[in-house]
């Protein structure tokens, strides 16, 4: 009489045989594998709902007429939809800076407006204070003081700087700190920045 040999079950007792475990994880992988490889939307970009309405956005002294979705920032239509990539996506939640634009002379974050909400202001990026192909006072005066480092940060220091001296012309080393406050540098070049918002402000005597 043939002996037949029971499937080993490695101290299993509740009925799953080695076989069923292995069949399991290998559909686990599969369905792992299929997900990793469908494509993700775009980093940055919010997903579109077709809900398109008419925007003129005045930017630089430029009147720019656009169709926008309610829900973008000024900050995705000026570097996606006008071209003007001074203004950094950052954090992305107000806390960095490096995205401040002008809004009628006032630093703003460009992250936490809405396009719509700009519409019948002036609005001013970085590459609005260029005087053709030359820097302007403040972006000359950042040059000068080496007061930057990686740089990405500094698109948004300029502007914020700019706000502050259009307010304060001749503002107190105080008066700097508080009014930069809203931009972080993470390399650490804070020194060097208020001795550019200085020297700006001499410039401009």
């Known amino acids: 009489m043939e002996e037949r040999r029971a499937e080993p ?5 509740d009925g799953v045989s080695r076989r069923d475990f292995l069949r399991t994880i290998g559909v686990g992988t599969l369905e792992a594998a299929v997900l990793s490889a469908a494509p993700l939307p775009s980093e940055g970009a919010p997903a579109h709902t077709g809900d398109l309405v008419p925007l003129v956005l005045t930017v630089n002294g430029r009147r720019n007429a656009l169709e926008v979705e309610p829900r973008w920032t000024l900050l995705y239509v000026l570097r996606e939809k006008l071209g003007l990539t001074g203004a950094k996506p950052g954090c992305e939640r107000g806390e960095c ?12 974050y460009s992250c936490l407006t809405l396009a719509l909400e700009a519409d019948g202001h002036e609005i001013t990026t970085v590459e609005g204070l260029m005087q053709g192909e030359k820097l302007g006072q403040v972006q000359e005066a950042f040059v000068q003081e080496d007061a930057f480092q990686c740089g990405f940060c500094t698109p948004g220091q300029v502007i ?11 503002p107190g080393v105080a ?3 508080h009014g930069m406050s ?18 700006a402000s001499e410039i401009r005597k």
């Open 160 to 170: 914020s700087a700019e706000g502050l001296l259009r307010k304060t012309p001749h």
């Open 182 to 199: 809203g931009n972080l540098c993470r390399c650490g070049a804070y020194d060097h920045i208020v001795k550019a918002v200085q020297h």
């Open 175 to 177: 008066e700097i700190r």
């Open 9 to 13: 079950h490695d101290g299993n007792t």
């Open 97 to 108: 800076g490096a995205c401040t634009v002008l809004i009628d002379g006032k630093p703003r």
